[in-house]
Structures are given as C-alpha cells and as structure tokens.
C-alpha cells in the first residue's frame, strides 16, 4: 500500500510539473506574439527615421571659402528645417495630450524655440549677401592668425 500511495504522490507530482511547464510555455508563446508587431513597427519607424547613409559628403578641402561658406549656410538652414519640425511636433504632442512634457517650464522653452528657429529660418532663405561673405572671410582669418599665435 505504501508503495502504492508513493507512486500516486510521484505520478501527481509529475503531473503538477508538467502542467505549470505548460502554462509557462503558453504564457511565453502569448508574449512573444504580443511583442512581436511592437517589435516591428519599432524596426518600420527606425528605418524611416535614418538618415540615407549612401548620401557622399563633400570634399570640404577643395572647396574655396566662399563655396564653403554657401554650402555651410545650405547645411545650416536644413539643420534649422529638422529642429524646427520636431519642436514643433514636441509641442502638438503635447497639446494634444499625446505625449505630455513633464519639467517645469520645458513647454514653455519649446514654445519660445518654435519662435526663435522660425525666425531665423525667415532670416536664412537668402543666401548670404556678398558683405556678410566678407565679414565671415575677414573673422575666419583672424581666427586663424590668432590660432597660430597661440601655438
């Protein structure tokens, strides 16, 4: 009879493990395929966020200082564009409850860079005039001159 009731304990035992390993595994299964689409529309948005990387930069160097100065102006008011997009959908998130801003006085700050990048975007859809080139061209050199003291 003992041997009997040892076998029933071990085969219930058995069974109690099995089951629990079951519903472990069913478990795992049910978050794996929760997380999966997250997963992917992580991957989606990353990719569409990425900078192309086949874009070739230019060749600063051979450029003459005021071609420099041109595509620094160009390169600059992109810059602007980007930061002036995501403040601006920082702030409309916000608005919109989306995604609220926690700090103190972060909206406000956002609100006055809407302002500011926006107006100098307006400044920047002309290329430089010639008189602002050779103000840049005149404080490079100094800058240059005063590099070169200092070494």
């Known amino acids: 009879i003992k041997s009997n009731r040892s076998t029933d304990r071990s085969h219930t ?3 109690m493990l099995f089951r629990s390993t079951a519903v472990l595994l069913c478990f795992l299964c049910f978050v794996i395929l929760a997380t999966t689409p997250l997963v992917e529309s992580a991957r989606e948005t990353s990719r569409t966020t990425k900078k192309p990387r086949n874009k070739k930069k230019p060749d600063l160097k051979n450029m003459t200082p005021r071609e420099r100065i041109n595509f620094n102006h160009d390169r600059r008011k992109e810059q602007l564009e980007r930061m002036l997009e995501e403040t601006k959908k920082l702030v409309s998130d916000h608005e919109a409850g989306v995604k609220l801003i926690e700090r103190d006085g ?12 926006s107006r100098k975007l307006e400044r920047m859809q002309e290329p ?6 050779e103000r840049m ?14 070494l």
């Open 13 to 15: 035992t058995t069974m």
């Open 106 to 117: 972060e909206y406000e700050k956002l609100k006055k860079r809407v302002d500011a990048y």
């Open 128 to 133: 430089p005039s010639e008189r602002d080139i």
């Open 137 to 150: 061209l005149h404080r490079e050199e100094m800058r240059s001159s005063r590099r070169h003291r200092e």
